[in-house]
């Protein structure tokens, strides 16, 4: 797919923001389906019989793409709801889910060059980009902030992120630092007043715990 004229075609082609692609509408489900659909970058990150350079330039590429589409469905009527929250939260999960790959290959793709892994240097950048990717998911964790602003499909949904994604960058990054989260995770338990959320917040937690015992 050609995600900058698809995205493009989809910003000019509304620039009224009334008649966006969405998962409702029989028409346009396909476009954004594959818009989201995470084997578009998964058939090239995990393809092991592709270097390095090559996969990482593809990481980069739908990067850009991601985060060029990822403000288009950031639209709130007037008592302060999404409009168009399954099609937000989609395209924010595919970032997620794409920003594992994107930092892991990254990485990789340092180690392999450098003339020494083991150096000072190199594991400060290496750590650095982890913890870059840590602080990116919190990102998706402010989302709570906005919790009124989300029906209770698509709180669930935003639950559905959490069990997803957040398990996969522990499984990825075990040696991270996931102090910020840890204290971002406490601060939304407070704020929150939806169970489905304590309930992924805790599950969470637990899991951070878990990893953290296991070092």
């Not at 989809?10 to 009334?18: F, S």
């Amino acid at each position: 797919m050609d995600y900058s004229n698809v995205i493009l075609t989809i910003k000019v082609g509304n620039t009224n923001n009334e008649n966006l692609p969405t998962f409702d509408d029989p028409e346009t489900r396909p476009i954004l389906e594959k818009l989201t659909d995470e084997q578009n970058y998964l058939v090239v990150l995990d393809d092991n019989e592709l270097g390095l350079k090559h996969r990482s330039g593809v990481a980069t590429d739908f990067f850009n793409r991601w985060k060029d589409m990822n403000g288009i469905y950031d639209i709130r009527d007037r008592k302060d709801n999404f409009i168009y929250e399954k099609e937000y939260l989609k395209i924010f999960q595919f970032g997620l889910g794409l920003q594992i790959k994107y930092f892991k290959i990254g990485n990789d793709e340092i180690l392999e060059r450098v003339d020494d892994p083991e150096a000072d240097r190199t594991k400060r950048v290496l750590k650095s980009n982890v913890q870059k990717i840590v602080g990116n998911f919190n990102y998706y964790l402010d989302e709570i902030n906005d919790e009124k602003s989300y029906s209770k499909e698509g709180l669930v949904l935003f639950c559905d992120g959490i069990v997803k994604y957040f398990s996969l960058l522990l499984k990825t990054f075990p040696d991270a630092n996931y102090d910020s989260m840890v204290r971002k995770i406490e601060l939304m338990d407070k704020k929150s007043n939806s169970e489905n959320i304590k309930s992924s917040l805790s599950k969470l937690k637990s899991l951070i715990d878990s990893n953290n015992s296991l070092e």
